[in-house]
């Protein structure tokens, strides 16, 4: 069982930066894939990126590819989600969520992460 708990977002203007956490619960962090999805109002959930469990990989979307990096530190059990030149269509809350490694299946679908925070609301005006 993971636990996984989200912070940092808040109101931000449009070319700001943001770094959001996710604080996860038990001795095997490295064990877990982890992974950024976010919702809009009226929205689907959709893939932001992912991280390895030994952070050597990452993946992101198309809309965020160059703006947002991911990282780790399994030490601390902490994923991070480096948001830069923000734009006020990544307005949403973003959720992390974690997958056991080798897990089958896409990085980029909800239904293939087994654990989720409460998630964190990220505002960014014009």
């Known amino acids: 069982q993971v636990q996984l708990v989200e912070s940092g977002g808040k109101l931000v203007q449009a070319g700001g930066s943001l770094r959001l956490s996710c604080a996860a619960s038990?001795?095997?962090?490295?064990?877990?894939?982890m992974g950024w999805f976010r919702q809009a109002p009226g929205k689907e959930r959709e893939f932001v990126g992912a991280?390895?469990?030994?952070?050597?990989?990452?993946y992101y979307a198309d809309s965020v590819k160059g703006r947002f990096t991911s990282s780790r530190d399994n030490a601390k059990n902490t994923v991070y989600l480096q948001m830069n030149s923000l734009k006020p269509e990544d307005t949403a809350v973003y959720y992390c969520?974690?997958?056991?490694?080798?897990?089958?299946?896409?990085?980029?679908?909800?239904?293939?992460?087994?654990?989720w925070g409460q998630g964190t609301q990220v505002t960014v005006s014009s």
């Open positions: 969520a974690a997958r056991p490694l080798y897990s089958s299946g896409s990085w980029y679908y909800t239904n293939n992460y087994d654990y």
């Open positions: 991280i390895s469990g030994s952070g050597g990989h990452t």
């Open positions: 038990g001795r095997t962090f490295s064990s877990y894939d």
